[in-house]
T-cell receptor, first 117, second 113 residues
Framework: NAGVTQTPKFQVLKTGQSMTLQCAQDMNHNSMYWYRQDPGMGLRLIYYSASEGTTDKGEVPNGYNVSRLNKREFSLRLESAAPSQTSVYFC????????????????FGPGTRLTVL | GNSVTQMEGPVTLSEEAFLTINCTYTATGYPSLFWYVQYPGEGLQLLLKATKADDKGSNKGFEATYRKETTSFHLEKGSVQVSDSAVYFCALFRPSGNTPLVFGKGTRLSVIA
């Protein structure tokens, strides 16, 4: 049981390049999330998927797209990377965000450290 | 909107000292409250949680009590160890809106032997 896995662990891009960050969970969770972590800013939600087939914008969605490929996988795409997107990206999952009485304990992956030059 | 404010760090303590990290929140209704911990180079892990007023969450010697009257969820530990050195995040959960889990900015704790 690996929990939440993310690939790659590190990536360096040039401005304007594109890439996709991959995330998978093996806990049969319905909800998945993408966050970015910047110094002094805590974690900010980029996009989330409450259930398979749905995605919603979070606090900072501009410059990103997501795909909920199936129940296990949730990818984050940068179409044209910018230096402002230099950050550490975390994927997380939870049992069921919208379930009645849900308290949404989230489980995090190890992160992807992205640098855009 | 919903928000979490936690004390700014860094906090440096000697081993076996008492730890308090303050956290207050703003939210409508009765959110669930969490403390997450991030060890160097790792993702966040749930440390403890409380889902209703007066609940006390506890784990690994850490405790926090959900105080509705003061909208607080302060983290405490009676005797810290070097292995507790990490960044601690307070968070609240409200299922509505575009940010269901709202995090504080984190407090870095360093424990020296």
């Amino acid at each position: 049981n690996a929990g939440v896995t993310q690939t790659p662990k590190f990536q360096v891009l040039k401005t304007g390049q594109s890439m996709t960050l991959q995330c998978a969970q093996d806990m049969n969770h319905n909800s998945m999330y993408w966050y970015r972590q910047d110094p002094g800013m805590g974690l900010r939600l980029i996009y989330y998927s409450a259930s398979e087939g749905t995605t919603d914008k979070g606090e900072v969605p501009n410059g990103y797209n997501v795909s909920r490929l199936n129940k296990r996988e949730f990818s984050l795409r940068l179409e044209s990377a910018a230096p402002s997107q230099t950050s550490v990206y975390f994927c997380a999952s939870s049992e069921a965000l919208r379930a009645s009485g849900a308290t949404d304990t989230q489980y995090f992956g190890p992160g992807t450290r992205l640098t855009v030059l | 909107g919903n928000s979490v404010t936690q004390m700014e760090g860094p906090v440096t303590l000697s081993e076996e000292a008492f730890l308090t990290i303050n956290c207050t929140y703003t939210a409508t209704g009765y959110p669930s409250l969490f403390w997450y911990v991030q060890y160097p180079g790792e993702g966040l892990q749930l440390l403890l949680k409380a889902t209703k007023a007066d609940d006390k969450g506890s784990n690994k010697g850490f405790e926090a009590t959900y105080r509705k009257e003061t909208t607080s969820f302060h983290l405490e530990k009676g005797s810290v160890q070097v292995s507790d050195s990490a960044v601690y995040f307070c968070a609240l959960f409200r299922p509505s809106g575009n940010t269901p889990l709202v995090f504080g900015k984190g407090t870095r704790l360093s424990v020296i032997a």
